[in-house]
Every structure is written in structure tokens, then in C-alpha cells.
């Protein structure tokens, strides 16, 4: 009985050993994630990211911030929805302009 468990072991051992040497002698196949995966809404995705990026989305941002706070602060009696509406537009601008203001500061890297 103990023969025959050893021999098992032994077996598992070289199984482990060859799939080690399998994965060591061919990488591409173990690192199949470097090659992108290329589904169908990552190009409608990423244009997306661009367009809220760049420096047209900055100028729109810091238009819709002046514009909404100008409403905010001189705009008198207006509705409930009215106002909601223009803090949500204030919202995304603020958002919109912190992405680009970010990317700016921290995404370049080391000139030399």
C-alpha cells in the first residue's frame, strides 16, 4: 500500500514538473492576457473617455461651473426641478473638470 502511494506521489510530482517546463518553454501561452481582449464596447468606451478628456470637454466644464454658480447665486426664485437640474449640470462639470485637471498634473512622466 505504501509502495503504491509513493509510486502516485511520484507520478504528481512529474506531472507538476512537466506542466512547470510546458509553461516556462511557451509564455505566450500562459500570458494570454497581454494581447487585449477586443470586445465590442471597449472602442464605443473609449471614445467616450477621450471626448471627456480632452481640452474641449475642459473648456465646456469650466463654462457649465461659471454659468450654473452665476444661476445659483443671481438666479432669484426658480422650481425645485429647475434647480436640481442645474446642480446636476454643475456636478458633471465639476466632475468633467477634475478628470482633465488630474490627467493634466499626475499623467506625465519623468522628462530628462
Known amino acids: ?5 509513493r509510486d502516485f506521489t511520484g507520478f504528481w510530482s512529474l506531472a507538476l514538473t ?7 518553454a511557451f509564455p505566450e501561452h500562459a ?5 487585449g481582449s477586443g470586445l465590442q464596447w471597449e472602442t464605443p468606451l473609449q471614445k467616450v473617455r477621450d471626448s471627456i478628456t ?3 470637454a475642459y473648456a465646456v466644464s469650466l463654462m457649465g461651473i461659471v454659468v450654473t454658480g452665476a444661476i445659483l447665486v443671481f438666479g432669484g426664485e426658480i422650481n425645485e ?7 446636476l449640470v454643475l456636478v458633471v462639470s465639476l466632475m468633467v473638470f477634475a478628470t482633465d485637471l488630474l490627467s ?3 499623467s506625465a512622466g519623468a522628462v530628462i
Open 1 to 5: 500500500m505504501q509502495q503504491a502511494q
Open 18 to 24: 512537466a506542466l512547470l517546463v510546458l509553461l516556462i
Open 31 to 35: 500570458l494570454a492576457s497581454s494581447t
Open 54 to 56: 480632452g481640452p474641449v
Open 81 to 87: 426641478f429647475v434647480r436640481r437640474v442645474i446642480m
Open 104 to 106: 493634466t498634473l499626475f
